[in-house]
């Protein structure tokens, strides 16, 4: 029963996460092409928060969806979530603007660092276990690699990118944490996040002087700037809608982990599409970096503490003690064992390793070979 259960969980999930990778794959690309041709950040951040609204509105109207009707103290819940939403979109722009595609997907495939100890501290789990460790150290040693191998990378450009970082780790955390707390429907997310996040935008646009000349630059535009916003405006509606669903039924870190396996596809499209992208070798480290964050684990609940994605999902959950996954209740200071590593496990972080060293030391190796 419970592995029927199970499998039909993943069927369940399978729709979210193949639209989710279509349009997470797709945004980042679109993102970059749109301010190739379109440079004003906040102006295209609101044309994409006003789209995602009129479609849920429109819908509603029509009674094609069930959407929850706003309310003063969800809306005062959901400032600092939309606040946080924005400064991710800002600060992955001005990244994408100063790094590129390829570094920025690097430093969001290194937030289960800081998203380890959001979990401790405020999702009640554990540190992560040594496989963990390892994938998160080597993803780190991936990115210094790159770093010393393109030296078009400026410091401002390093500085973007531990911005985003910074902030999307906050946004991963807290953002979970609000599914569990503020109950709305997926519609209902979508419309608080967009309707409360479009005003600063309107505001920074005008403070930034990107609405002078708007009307001349409309009129004489080529097609490719309509088609790069409308098309960062669709996918931007797929995102939020689909990044809600999927957050709402699986944790922070599991949400996080699908996200970066996603940005694969970001990285092939930005090589065929994309003028700017990194040489082949650090492209090569990229894919091993992402590769290695598939090794970690998401950590146990602590003993004595409530699962929260458990709770969220079951809400008979809460209060209940921890078990130990066979039935048996832990004490509190039992802590969750760790399973040994399998043989197969073992030799995919010892070829990562091997991997990494020489694609990083692969033209002094070739050097001293001849």
């Given at each position: ?13 399978l729709p979210l996460i193949v639209g989710y990778a279509i349009c997470s794959s797709l945004l980042l690309v679109a993102n970059k092409w749109a301010l190739n041709v ?267 503490q409530v699962d929260v994605n458990k709770a969220d999902e079951d809400p008979e959950a809460r209060g209940k003690s921890q078990n130990d996954g066979d039935g048996h209740d832990m004490a509190p200071h039992d802590k969750p ?34």
């Amino acid at each position: 029963m419970g592995r029927e259960s199970n499998a039909s969980g993943l069927a369940g999930l399978l729709p979210l996460i193949v639209g989710y990778a279509i349009c997470s794959s797709l945004l980042l690309v679109a993102n970059k092409w749109a301010l190739n041709v379109f440079p004003k950040t906040n102006l295209l951040m609101f044309c994409q928060f006003i789209t995602s609204y009129g479609v849920v509105a429109v819908m509603a109207l029509t009674k094609l969806v069930e959407c929850d009707a706003l309310e003063v103290e969800k809306v005062k819940q959901f400032v600092p979530v939309v606040f946080i939403f924005y400064a991710v979109l800002w600060s992955n722009m001005r990244a994408l603007a100063a790094l590129g595609v390829d570094l920025v997907i690097l430093f969001r495939s290194l937030t289960p660092f800081a998203i380890s100890i959001g979990d401790y501290i405020y999702l009640g789990r554990a540190m992560p276990s040594l496989q963990s460790w390892f994938a998160l150290v080597t993803m780190t040693l991936c990115t210094a690699f790159i770093f010393v191998r393109e030296p078009q990378i400026s410091l401002a450009g390093v500085l973007w990118g531990l911005l985003y970082y910074a902030i999307l780790s906050v946004d991963m955390v807290y953002l979970k944490k609000i599914t569990v707390d503020v109950k709305l429907t997926t519609y209902g997310r979508v419309v608080y996040t967009n309707l409360i996040a479009a005003p600063p935008a309107l505001l920074l646009a005008f403070a930034a002087g990107e609405f002078k000349g708007i009307w001349a630059f409309g009129s004489e535009a080529p097609a490719e700037v309509f088609y790069a916003v409308g098309s960062t405006c669709v996918l931007g509606y797929g995102m939020s809608y689909l990044s809600w669903a999927l957050r709402a039924k699986v944790s922070a870190l599991t949400f996080v982990v699908i996200g970066i396996l996603c940005k694969i596809g970001s990285i092939i499209i930005n090589a065929l599409f994309m003028n700017q992208h990194l040489g082949m070798q650090s492209m090569v480290l990229v894919c091993l970096g992402i590769t290695a964050s598939t090794l970690y684990e998401q950590p146990k609940a602590r003993a004595g503490q409530v699962d929260v994605n458990k709770a969220d999902e079951d809400p008979e959950a809460r209060g209940k003690s921890q078990n130990d996954g066979d039935g048996h209740d832990m004490a509190p200071h039992d802590k969750p064992k760790e399973p040994p590593l399998s043989k197969s496990k073992i030799a995919l972080m010892v070829s990562l390793t091997i991997a990494i060293f020489a694609v990083h030391y692969g033209d002094k190796i070739l050097a001293l070979a001849s």
